[in-house]
């Protein structure tokens, strides 16, 4: 069977997860920091803290920023409940619109039409590694008659002035937009380093901060930093100082930091993040050729409109098919021995959701892509032969 997306964990991953748990140093450390440089260097931004989630970092700056009940966030209705569980985590209302007919992403036109005075944050998702129209959603958020609508509700939001840009960017490390990487195109970006992710830490998960001047993004960092560890204000690493010991707490925190052996595996990943993402597009790039003559299929978007995607999901589409009929052809994927999956079911069509009075029938652009949607298997370790085997096997099961 070949599998969906199993995590690439080879002898050079053993070897740096082994030196970190000898070091004597297994929590939040030296390798969590070096992480963190590293990755700011990667991306460019100005900023980063890596957490133990991508989902922890959506509600710490949303905390951060005052969001809280009586507010709204918008998000596309296409995506994974993560991207509004953290909202209702909040107290918060997550306002669900839909999507473009282009691609899986959020419609900023959508969007405009969602804004309200209660409006706090957009949260656009980069689903499948694919950017969202960031330019225009920066341009929409500094529109006068936008910004005159804000109500500012606390010292963060009072001192940005306007509705906060926050890209959940868990599938988009590495992907760029204009010449700019992921981690840059929006105020904050938070991504994923979950082990399905592109680039994995096991489970884990980094914000990278992009804030306007009138921030200080290194006493943001103290700010999540401190949110991270149960309010204190010091982390483990600070009071192993001499004579350091003492701390304070300065709020009802959290704990969600990163360790130090999940940093290991993310340097290693970093390191040859580039080698991966050539190989992903390898792979894009069979499965267009395999598809491009079928009349049937539906190739998704990875590279243009001056945009280019992180490779992280590959979305067929199948035409003029249903949601039993996708099922069913899926089942005969998975006959012939090639795992695969569906990314996502809108949100609107989980029963939580469902029973907060979200329906389906509002978003037919998320209900039409996701009812002929298959996720093909797309991962460093698939061999060409896979490759093949898999297009063999999607063309076999969709024409019979």
Not at 44 to 61: H, P
Not at 235 to 262: F, H, P, S
Not at 265 to 291: P, T
Request: glycine content about 6%; charged content about 25%; some cysteine.
């Amino acid at each position: 069977m070949i599998p969906f997306s199993p995590p690439r964990i080879d002898q050079e991953i053993v070897k740096e997860v082994s030196k970190a748990l000898l070091s004597g140093w297994i929590t939040t450390g030296p390798r969590t920091k070096k992480f963190e440089e590293e990755l700011t260097n990667y991306i460019g931004c100005k900023k980063t803290i890596c957490l133990n989630s991508a989902t922890a970092g959506l509600e710490l700056i949303l905390r951060w920023y005052g969001v809280k009940a009586g507010d709204e966030v918008i998000i596309p209705a296409y995506t994974y409940c993560a991207t509004a569980n953290v909202i209702m985590h909040c107290g918060a209302t997550p306002v669900m619109v839909d999507i473009n007919e282009k691609d899986f992403n959020i419609s900023v036109g959508a969007i405009k039409k969602a804004i309200t005075p209660k409006t706090k944050v957009i949260m656009p998702v980069d689903i499948s590694g694919f950017p969202c129209d960031f330019n225009e959603i920066n341009t929409l958020v500094n529109e006068l008659s936008i910004k005159s609508m804000f109500n500012s509700d606390s010292e963060q939001q009072e001192k940005l002035g306007r509705i906060l840009v926050m890209a959940d960017s868990a599938h988009s490390i590495g992907a760029t937009m204009n010449g700019e990487m992921s981690g840059n195109l929006a105020d904050v970006s938070v991504f994923s380093f979950h082990a399905v992710k592109n680039l994995t830490t096991a489970e884990g998960g980094a914000v990278c901060m992009n804030f306007p001047t009138q921030f200080d993004c290194d006493s943001i960092y103290k700010d999540i930093n401190r949110m991270s560890l149960h309010g204190q204000s010091k982390d483990a690493l600070e009071k192993t100082q001499v004579g350091n010991w003492r701390y304070d707490v300065l709020e009802a925190g959290y704990k969600c930091n990163m360790t130090d052996i999940n940093a290991a595996i993310g340097l290693v990943e970093l390191r040859r993040y580039d080698s991966n993402l050539k190989r992903r597009k390898d792979i894009f790039d069979q499965y267009v050729v395999g598809f491009k003559s079928k009349d049937w299929a539906i190739i998704p978007p990875y590279k243009e409109d001056g945009k280019e995607a992180s490779y992280h999901l590959f979305l067929l589409r199948i035409k003029n098919i249903d949601e039993p009929k996708r099922d069913g052809i899926m089942q005969k994927i998975f006959a012939a021995g090639v795992s695969v999956n569906v990314h996502f079911q809108p949100l609107p069509m989980l029963t939580f959701y469902k029973n907060e009075g979200y329906k389906m029938s509002d978003y037919p652009v998320a209900w039409s892509k996701y009812e002929n949607e298959i996720t093909l298997p797309v991962y460093f370790d698939l061999t060409d032969d896979n490759v093949k085997t898999i297009i063999n096997a999607v063309i076999t099961a969709v024409e019979n």
